[in-house]
Nanobody, 120 residues
Framework: QVQVVESGGGLVQPGGSLRLSCRAS????????VTWYRQVAGQERELVAS???????TYADFTKGRFTISREKTRRMVYLQMNSLQPEDTAVYYC??????????????WGQGTQVTVSS
């Protein structure tokens, strides 16, 4: 049915950049609010940024203007541009998407996560 998959993670040096992607596929009628979370090993998952169907965005304080969330016109692909990455940004990044299926049933879907490692 519906699947959400993150990609774009990897290893970067401090000050570097990564662009994460969140792709939704399946019998989708509408992709609504999409939220990026991250989880540091051994810690609680925390909100990073979100974007609504109306393209209203919100960011966690720690992004400090470094991160930008955006989406394609189709709203099937959401991006998280991360600049000026620091070691404390190291985490598994997850995408959570609110999706209306073609059956007109709404659901919330999680991706499997993508690892971001910032290290020298």
């Amino acid at each position: 049915q519906v699947q959400v998959v993150e990609s774009g993670g990897g290893l970067v040096q401090p000050g570097g950049s990564l662009r994460l992607s969140c792709r939704a596929s399946g019998n989708i009628y509408s992709m609504n609010t999409v939220t990026w979370y991250r989880q540091v090993a051994g810690q609680e998952r925390e909100l990073v940024a979100s974007i609504t169907r109306e393209d209203v965005t919100t960011y966690a304080d720690f992004t400090k203007g470094r991160f930008t969330i955006s989406r394609e016109k189709t709203r099937r692909m959401v991006y998280l541009q991360m600049n000026s990455l620091q070691p404390e940004d190291t985490a598994v990044y997850y995408c959570n998407a609110g999706i209306m299926g073609t059956n007109l049933v709404f659901g919330t879907y999680w991706g499997q996560g993508t690892q971001v490692t910032v290290s020298s």
